[in-house]
């Protein structure tokens, strides 16, 4: 399992991690005869496609929306899938709902779900077979956990901390199998053969555009606008639950700061990791 000489002329099988040798969507390819390949592709895909879907709806139904429009919502989540048509960031990002449907429910109280699922959400994502997607994925998770945080006590936030990170470190042991051979794999050929580091770093993200004086201001503005983002959502997490025009004015303002955020980094090439992720 660790080389296949049918692709490439031959080359790693587990340590590539694109391959996702352990994502469970390869599953069907496992068990099913070789002659029954398309198909199994087919089902592997199904599986994916599904699972997409039905965490966003049942994120979107935690968050108490209306049936059809969890039905929506996992629709459009599971139609982005779709339209980007790579097959690894999709066994990656697919688990995104998850991580943000099981925050909701640590904080609701159904911790021992949550202990037994979050390991297995966290390592995934990286069985998935695409590392950076499942990087930014665990980002946002860590950053809607934090915001969930806040309105805690002091006591229950080191609880909530000690609790998730614990799991959290559980769910990347897991996920060694596939990383462990990966970054041994990186390095010797990545690194070596045809990429070096550099290239993954701030040029890159940065589309190869040095920032100058005269992106000062505009940067300024974004990071303004992230700040009211940042402001408003806090805000909206914090009205009253009856308080519907309240929360829905929050809501607008903070998207209306985000969009904004977004709109002055993009000149700046400052947000193509962001667009991606998004």
Not at 144 to 171: C, D, M, N, P, V
Not at 206 to 223: G, I, N, R, W
Not at 224 to 237: D, H, P, T, Y
Request: hydrophobic share 55%; aromatic share 16%; proline share 5%.
């Amino acid at each position: 399992p660790s080389w296949t000489p049918f692709a490439q002329g031959g080359t790693p099988l587990i340590a590539k991690m694109q391959n996702s040798v352990f994502g469970p969507h390869h599953l069907f390819l496992y068990i099913l005869p070789s002659s029954w390949l398309p198909h199994a592709i087919m089902a592997a895909m199904f599986l994916k496609y599904y699972l997409a879907f039905i965490f966003t709806y049942l994120y979107a139904r935690v968050l108490k929306l209306r049936f059809w429009l969890a039905v929506n919502a996992g629709l459009f989540f599971l139609l982005n899938h779709v339209s980007w048509n790579i097959y690894s960031v999709n066994s990656s990002g697919l688990f995104q709902p998850l991580h943000l449907l099981l925050i909701e429910l640590h904080f609701l109280g159904y911790r021992r779900l949550v202990s037994f699922l979050w390991p297995w959400a966290v390592a995934l994502p990286f069985l998935g077979g695409h590392f950076e997607i499942a990087c930014r994925s665990l980002i946002v998770a860590a950053v809607y956990f934090s915001f969930h945080l806040w309105r805690q006590k002091i006591g229950e936030r080191l609880r909530s901390l000690a609790i998730l990170g614990g799991l959290t470190l559980l769910g990347t042991a897991l996920s060694s199998v596939q990383w462990a051979p990966a970054v041994e794999y990186v390095n010797n050929s990545y690194n070596t053969v045809w990429r070096h580091l550099e290239l993954f770093g701030w040029a890159y993200h940065t589309l190869s555009k040095h920032l100058t004086a005269e992106d000062f201001p505009l940067l300024l503005l974004s990071l303004l606008a992230v700040g009211g983002f940042l402001f408003f959502l806090k805000r909206l997490l914090g009205a009253q639950e009856g308080s519907w025009p309240v929360r829905l004015r929050r809501m607008g303002l903070s998207t209306l700061a985000l969009a904004a955020a977004i709109a002055g980094l993009a000149p700046l090439g400052l947000n193509h990791s962001l667009m991606s992720t998004l």
